[in-house]
C-alpha cells in the first residue's frame, strides 16, 4: 500500500487531492474492502471517535454508505437531518454547525443544497469536514468511489483510458469532481449532453466535448451516464422530457458498437428510461451497485484517514 503524510484537515473536493494522495486513499479502501467481505465486518480503529452526519438534502447512498463506514470502524455516528432540525426554526447553517461542534465531534459530514457549504464550515470549524455533496459544485467522495470501481475494473491500469459522461453535465458536483480526479491520471473525460445542460464555462474543463452520442459511447472505455437533476434546473432548459429520453437516454443498444469491456456507471439515484434504460441498467455491463459496495469502502478510507490525522504513530496499514 501506498504511505503518504496526510496534509488535509478537510475533504472538500478532488481538486485539492494529488494523485498520490487519492491512491492513498484507494489502496486503504482496497483493504477495508477485504474487511467488508469478513462474517465479522468491524474494526476497533475509530473507537471513541464521534461523526455526525448532517444531510441537509436527501440521500440514500451516501448518508447510509458514511454510516456503516463509520460503524464498521466502530466510531459513534449521529444523524441531524435539515427536517426536524431546529434549521426549520431559521437557525443558520454557521450557528447550527457551532452547536454541533461543542458536542466535540471529531468529524462532520455534510450535504447541503448550496454549493460551497463545507467549505464555509470546514473554515470556522475545528473538527474535520467532509464534503458529501454540495449543491452542483463538488461530490468528493463519489468521484472516489467511481475511481475506486474503475480502476480494479481497468487492473489499475488507468493512463491513456477514456471515460465518457453524458447528460446533466451543468448540474452534476459528480461530473465536476471526476473531471478533476481523472485528470491527475491521464484518463481522458469527454462529454456529452443537451446545450443548455453544459456548463457555460465548459470550454475552459479538461474536457472533451462530444457532438454524436454512437461515436462518443463506441469510442469509450467507460460510460458515466448522469441523473437528469431536474430539482435544479430552471424552466426552459429542456423542452420536453420524452424528447430528451430520445436523444439522450443510454441503452444497451448503444453499447453494442463500444469495446466488449466497456461499463457504465450511473451514481444514482437512476430515472429508468429517462437517462439510462432497464436493458442496460440491470445488464453485465453495469457496474452501479459495485459503485455502492465501493462507497462503504471509500468512506471507510476517508473516515479513518481523518479521524486518525491527530496520531501519527498510527499508521493505516496499522490501523486497519
Ligand atoms: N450518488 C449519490 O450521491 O446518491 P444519494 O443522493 O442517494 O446519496
Redesign the pocket.
Known sequence: MSDIRWRHKDLLDTEELSASEITYLLDMAERFDEINARPVKKVPTLRGKGIVLFFAE??????TSFEVAGKRLSADTYALAASGSSISKGESLRDTALTLEAMAPDIIVIRHSAGGAAAFLAERLHCSVVNA?DGCHA?PT?ALLDAFTLRRHWQGDMRGKSLLIVGDIAHSR?ARSNVFLWQKFGVTVRVFGPRTLLPPGIRGWPVEVCEDLDEAVAGADAVMVLRLQLERQQAGLLPDLSEYAGRFCIGMKHLEKAAPDTVVLH???INRGLEIASDLADSGRSRILDQVAAGVAVRMAVLFTLGMRDEPEQSAAGGV
Open positions: 436527501a440521500s440514500t447512498r451516501t448518508r455533496g461530490h463519489q459528480v451514481p444514482g439515484p
